[in-house]
């Protein structure tokens, strides 16, 4: 993100097309935003490689802005992460997918997992632990079906936080799955000492992957890693057919993208899931 950005709303999406960037001061808006309830999470489906059938979904927050219309994460939560306005953000988001997947789950009468992207200061947020555990037991979720994705740089901060946190998710029976692989540091220890479950394969992998000998031998490689640590493969960014059947070739277990759905609002998502035994 460039410096110029702070506290400005650096890119407005009105359904897909972004519109001129606004200027106003964005972490009072976002407070008013939060008070207001007007943060919205959409489900981006996730499908099994072998089936192709939804078995999953991203929650991706969205600002429901009254008149900017709707606000795509990238313009705010830079800015909540500086102001700290992430933690009671990514608190409701976790409370609202937990609902979600608990309702889903005993309509659907099958698992419905569903992940949410945590930031680092509300890793090392006190209390956040207590704050998951509290948020299983008032929604009933099943723990098991949620699903926390954190990238490399919410770990690098503080690497014996993030370990003794996400052995406490862990422990709590919450799924953990490794953002955005590929494009950081890449420290492999992370993935061998950390309890992660799940290994999500950076977009900008899959977008070469069909044009480029480098992606795919790069790719393989993450595929070959992943087993022997017994990780599973997510890939995002699924476009094209193409990179679906390659990427099930080499071994990904889910795949995520365009070809299989934008993030949609709740009732659409769940329309995905009922009805197929
Ligand atoms: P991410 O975690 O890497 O999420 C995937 C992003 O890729 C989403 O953008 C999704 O809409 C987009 N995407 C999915 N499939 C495709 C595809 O096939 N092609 C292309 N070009 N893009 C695809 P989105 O929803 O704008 O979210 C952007 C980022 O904002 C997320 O990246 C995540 O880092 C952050 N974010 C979103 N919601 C939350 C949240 O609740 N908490 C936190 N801390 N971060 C969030
Ligand atoms: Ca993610
Ligand atoms: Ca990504
Ligand atoms: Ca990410």
Not at 41 to 58: C, G, K, M, S
Not at 89 to 112: D, F, H, N, S, Y
Request: glycine share 8%; net charge negative.
């Amino acid at each position: 993100r460039s410096k110029r950005a702070h506290g400005r709303l650096q890119e407005v999406v009105v359904g897909d097309e972004p519109t001129t960037p606004g200027r106003l001061n964005l972490s009072i808006e976002l407070n008013a935003a939060l008070s207001q309830k007007q943060f919205e999470l959409y489900y981006q489906p996730i499908v099994a490689a072998d089936t192709r059938e939804v078995v999953a979904f991203e929650a991706l927050v969205r600002w429901r802005h009254p008149t900017r219309g709707i606000v795509t994460p990238i313009a705010f939560i830079p800015t909540a992460e500086e102001t700290g306005l992430i933690v009671p953000i990514g608190a409701w988001a976790m409370r609202e997918a937990a609902l979600q997947t608990a309702a889903w789950t005993r309509a659907a009468g099958k698992p419905v997992w569903v992940s949410v992207n945590i930031s680092a200061a509300q890793l090392s947020e006190p209390g956040f632990l207590e704050h998951v555990a509290q948020v299983i037991a008032e929604t009933g979720v099943d723990p098991t079906l949620l699903k926390l994705e954190v990238t490399e740089g919410t770990i690098i901060g503080d690497p014996e936080l993030a370990a003794e946190i996400l052995t406490g998710l862990r422990d709590l029976g919450i799924r953990l799955c490794m953002d955005d692989f590929g494009t950081g540091y890449s420290n492999l220890s992370y993935l061998q000492t950390l309890p992660f479950d799940f290994l999500k394969v950076d977009r900008a992998f899959v977008k070469s992957m069909i044009d480029r000998f480098e992606s795919r031998t790069i790719l393989r490689t993450m595929m070959a890693l992943a087993q022997q640590l017994e990780l599973e493969v997510v890939a995002e960014g699924v476009e094209s057919p193409e990179q679906a059947d390659e990427l099930a070739r080499l071994g990904c277990h889910f795949l995520q993208g365009f070809l299989y759905g934008k993030p949609m609002p709740a009732d659409l998502a769940g329309a995905l899931v009922m009805g197929t035994p």
